[in-house]
Structure formats: structure tokens, C-alpha cells
């Protein structure tokens, strides 16, 4: 009989001794605060992501449903941004993001990923995108967000 594994989370690689040395261009001379900004540091780059991209996909790393959307997206002719959030920060990030798609709303508590931004707006997830798919909807509200040019 077939044992089933146990499901592991994404584990980041252990730092190799020829690699502790940080990487050019990645600290500033002032503060030591880094130039780059990383993708939990603020509400305002989670913000910016959502309004420079016309379609963007929220996931858990790793996760398959994040996967399905963004291989829908690409057979339709669609690149996607996706952001993989890690389950450390995933709190946080759904706040934010709640707090982006207007989270006084009923309809936008509980967000839960993935999570599709068009056009700068919360579209919702899965569910969403397969209905309005299978309805025909999602061309032309894609081409509308500008990220189909058919």
C-alpha cells in the first residue's frame, strides 16, 4: 500500500559559505537600509504593484490554484505579473491588500489568494476568473484593463 508525504512548505536554500558576501548595489551608504525595496516593506509597494500592472496574481508559493490562473491567463494570450507571498508575511499582505480593494466592503473581507488585481481593482480569485472564462467575459474585461491587445 502507498504511504502519503506529508505536505512541506517552500524552505529557502542555506546560505553557502562562497556566497556570504551581499550582493552590489544592494545597500545604501547612509543607513545601511537597502535600495531595493523588499515585497512586505510597505502598503505603498504592494499598492504600486497593483496600479503599474494590468493584471497581477497573488499566491501562496507554491500554490496550484496560483498556478491554474496564471496558465488560464497565458492560453489567452495574457502575462501575468505574479507575487509569490510566503506564509510568514501572508497576514500582513491580506491586510493590505484588503485595505487596497476598499476593505469596509463585506464583499472584499476575507480576501483569500489567489488573489487577481485588473486594472488596479480586485477582480477576485479562482472562482471569478473561471466564471467569467467559461461565460466569455473575460476577453473583452481583459482587453478593457489593457493587458489583451487582440
Known amino acids: 500500500m502507498q504511504e502519503a508525504?506529508?505536505?512541506?512548505?517552500?524552505?529557502?536554500i542555506p546560505h553557502q559559505p562562497f556566497l556570504?558576501?551581499?550582493p552590489p548595489n544592494t545597500k545604501s551608504t547612509n543607513n545601511d537600509e537597502p535600495l531595493l525595496p523588499s515585497p512586505t516593506k510597505g502598503h505603498d509597494y504592494i499598492k504600486n504593484m497593483v496600479s503599474e500592472n494590468a493584471i497581477i496574481v497573488f499566491g501562496r508559493r507554491g500554490c496550484c490554484?496560483?498556478?491554474?490562473?496564471?496558465?488560464?491567463?497565458q492560453?489567452?494570450?495574457?502575462?501575468?505579473?505574479?507575487?509569490?507571498?510566503?506564509?510568514?508575511?501572508?497576514?500582513g499582505v491580506i491586510d493590505e491588500l484588503e485595505a487596497i480593494a476598499?476593505?469596509?466592503?463585506?464583499?472584499?473581507r476575507g480576501l483569500q489568494f489567489p488573489a487577481v488585481f485588473i486594472g488596479g481593482g480586485l477582480f477576485?480569485?479562482?472562482?471569478?476568473?473561471?466564471?467569467?472564462?467559461?461565460?466569455?467575459?473575460?476577453?473583452?474585461?481583459?482587453?478593457?484593463?489593457?493587458?489583451?491587445?487582440l
Not at 102 to 108: H, T
Open 102 to 108: 476598499g476593505g469596509e466592503d463585506e464583499r472584499n
Open 5 to 12: 508525504l506529508p505536505y512541506k512548505t517552500w524552505l529557502p
Open 124 to 149: 477576485g480569485g479562482l472562482d471569478r476568473i473561471m466564471a467569467t472564462h467559461i461565460t466569455g467575459e473575460l476577453i473583452p474585461i481583459l482587453k478593457q484593463a489593457g493587458a489583451l491587445w
Open 75 to 91: 492560453s489567452l494570450g495574457v502575462n501575468p505579473a505574479v507575487h509569490e507571498i510566503d506564509e510568514d508575511n501572508e497576514v
Open 65 to 73: 490554484m496560483s498556478h491554474v490562473v496564471k496558465r488560464l491567463l
Open 20 to 22: 556570504q558576501s551581499p
